[in-house]
């Protein structure tokens, strides 16, 4: 048997295998169910005692180097070189893959992440289904507050697993982040909010926001209006800001945050409604109330907290004029970016 094994080892060196042809015929002879190894497998099973082991050994060692052979040349004659190039017209156009791009909310996202993690900023997820706690009352969400309403809030499979809702903020990621980690707490919550709103070319039922919180000892309101103007300075180049008083109930105070557009063109005209002025964002302290919910010392700590809306920003970055072209998943439009 070892003899066999030896000499079928020679046979497979000295093969002439020169084109496919010669390799299918490679292939049946040594390789197929009736060829040359099978067959010797077959003798190989009804051998017993010592000598089994050191055949079984050459055996494979045999079928190693067959396959190779056979594996080695399949590239060398499979690949181009085995192509008939007088066939190929070598002077046709190439037609590429089309690669995807990345989806204009996604740029805007990744830009406005980019600037807040160079000045220290984490950023944290959250579940878009949000229990009644998260959502609102940790945010100190007055029991009738009419954001609760049905007319704002999609709730989700109210009985039997409870109060839930699709989030209508990333605030409430605030939330889960002040309950499990102690401060300094420096992050952005970048995400999808619901809200039960009538569809036109400027609201959308789903859009996109990102929350900012800075928690530390002595975060005051200075460092909100510095921290938003560096942003400001970095995504919008040198602007004017303004900050305008505001209510929002987890915030206090609260304010909300307009850059300087002008009215040179009729674009900003329309955009700032002939004030010049845009509104980017809401932000404000972070109420005691909020802190405590969430089981920080409020005597010991204070903190900032923003959000703005994403999509809007998108729109005015490319002049995008209707909210529903960024979620048709029109490759004509998604090509653009
Ligand atoms: N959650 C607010 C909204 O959806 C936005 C917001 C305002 C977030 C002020 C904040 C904040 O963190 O401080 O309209």
């Not at 079984?56 to 690949?79: A, D, H, P, W, Y």
């Not at 070598?90 to 089309?98: T, Y």
């Not at 990333?170 to 102690?182: D, F, H, I, P, Y």
């Amino acid at each position: 048997m070892l003899e066999k094994i030896e000499e079928l080892k020679n046979k497979a060196k000295i093969f002439t295998i020169e084109n496919l042809e010669s390799l299918e015929n490679y292939r049946l002879a040594f390789l197929s169910k009736k060829g040359f190894l099978n067959n010797l497998f077959e003798e190989f099973k009804v051998i017993s005692g010592e000598e089994k082991r050191e055949i079984g050994k050459q055996l494979n060692i045999l079928r190693q180097e067959v396959e190779g052979i056979f594996n080695e040349n399949r590239e060398k004659f499979s690949g181009s070189a085995g192509v008939n190039k007088s066939n190929i017209d070598e002077s046709l156009p190439v037609f590429s893959e089309k690669i995807g791009s990345t989806h204009p909310i996604s740029i805007v996202k990744n830009n406005i992440l980019e600037i807040f993690e160079s000045i220290g900023f984490t950023v944290e997820n959250g579940p878009e289904i949000e229990d009644d706690w998260h959502n609102f009352t940790a945010l100190n969400f007055a029991e009738n507050h009419p954001a609760r309403d049905m007319q704002d809030t999609f709730f989700v499979n109210k009985e039997p697993i409870g109060n839930y809702a699709l989030r209508t903020h990333t605030s409430s990621v605030q939330v889960r982040l002040m309950e499990n980690e102690k401060p300094p707490i420096r992050a952005l919550m970048p995400g999808r909010v619901y809200r039960n709103e009538a569809v036109s070319s400027r609201s959308n039922c789903f859009f996109h926001q990102i929350e900012g919180l800075y928690i530390d000892e002595k975060v005051s309101f200075a460092d909100l209006k510095q921290t938003l103007y560096y942003f400001v300075s970095q995504f919008f180049g040198e602007r004017e800001i303004r900050f305008r008083p505001s209510y929002f109930p987890f915030t206090e105070p609260s304010a909300e945050m307009d850059i300087f557009l002008g009215t040179a063109t009729e674009q900003d005209k329309r955009l700032t409604k002939g004030t010049g002025w845009l509104e980017i964002l809401g932000c404000g302290m972070v109420d005691p109330n909020v802190l405590q919910n969430c089981g920080i010392d409020q005597e010991k700590y204070s903190g900032f907290a923003f959000g703005m809306g994403i999509d809007r920003i998108t729109m005015l970055k490319y002049g995008i004029k209707d909210i529903r072209q960024m979620f048709e998943n029109d490759v004509r439009f998604l090509e653009q970016f």
